[in-house]
């Protein structure tokens, strides 16, 4: 079964807007990863955020973390076109040797 | 550098029949991980390889077999197909395995998309 939960399943937005996608989880982490997929092809990862910390920068990517809340968040800036895919959180336990993925969110960009 | 690679790329089996699934890692990972990824979800943790040694197993039957080879190239075995073994085979590699407070990113490869018809 899948630890996570995103939010929300399928965003549509118009290029040049921002895209929010949440993530919630259930058992204590050592990180959490963010990946996007294109058109069932292989994961890209896009960045980890540790237990530790509480917002990490990667160009037009914020990744926020809220370990008392169990959930992250994944904010993509001045969207274009090429975002368009399914964006997944993966959270890499405490103990685990596995990624538990969430059901991803299915992101559309408008031109 | 190269990246993860997997092959085949597409496979298409009958029921009953069976699949090895085959891949390498990033040179100097040592840790292979595979996911099975049915459409419409998110990927499905199956086994964990480091060092030649399973280090990990996820929630799928005995039809489902793994070993990982002195190179660190790993495959992944599954006997006697169902219908619902359709999906995106993923493989991942790390450069060590996962430890109480492990940092390692997993790198993905592009996948083996199975069909069972």
């Known amino acids: 079964s899948q630890q996570g939960e995103e939010d929300p399943q399928a965003l549509s937005i118009q290029e040049g807007e921002n895209a929010t996608m949440n993530c919630s989880y259930k058992?204590?982490?050592?990180?959490l990863q963010w990946y996007r997929q294109n058109s069932g092809r292989g994961l890209v990862h896009l960045i980890l955020?540790?237990?530790?910390?509480r917002e990490k920068h990667s160009g037009r990517l914020r990744v926020t973390l809220d370990t008392s809340k169990k959930s992250s968040s994944l904010l993509i800036t001045a969207s274009r076109a090429a975002d368009t895919a399914s964006y997944f959180c993966?959270?890499?336990?405490?103990?685990?040797?596995?990624?538990?993925f969430g059901q991803g969110t299915r992101l559309t960009i408008n031109p | 550098d190269a990246g993860v690679t997997q092959s085949p790329t597409h496979l298409i089996k009958t029921r009953g029949q069976h699949v090895t699934l085959r891949c390498s890692p990033i040179?100097?990972?040592?840790?292979v991980s595979w996911y099975q990824q049915v459409l419409g979800q998110g990927p499905q943790f199956i086994f964990q390889?480091?060092?030649?040694?399973?280090?990990g197993r996820g929630n799928f039957p005995d039809r489902f077999s793994a070993r990982q080879f002195p190179n660190y190239s790993s495959e992944l075995n599954v006997n006697a197909l169902l219908l619902g073994d359709s999906a995106l085979y993923l493989c991942?590699?790390?450069?060590?395995?996962?430890?109480?407070?492990?940092?390692?990113?997993?790198?993905f490869g592009p996948g083996t998309r199975l069909t069972v018809l």
């Open positions: 955020i540790r237990s530790n910390e």
């Open positions: 058992t204590s982490i050592n990180n």
């Open positions: 390889y480091y060092e030649k040694e399973e280090r």
């Open positions: 991942a590699s790390r450069h060590r395995t996962g430890g109480i407070m492990s940092y390692n990113e997993q790198f």
């Open positions: 993966a959270t890499d336990a405490q103990g685990a040797q596995k990624l538990v």
């Open positions: 040179s100097g990972h040592k840790s």
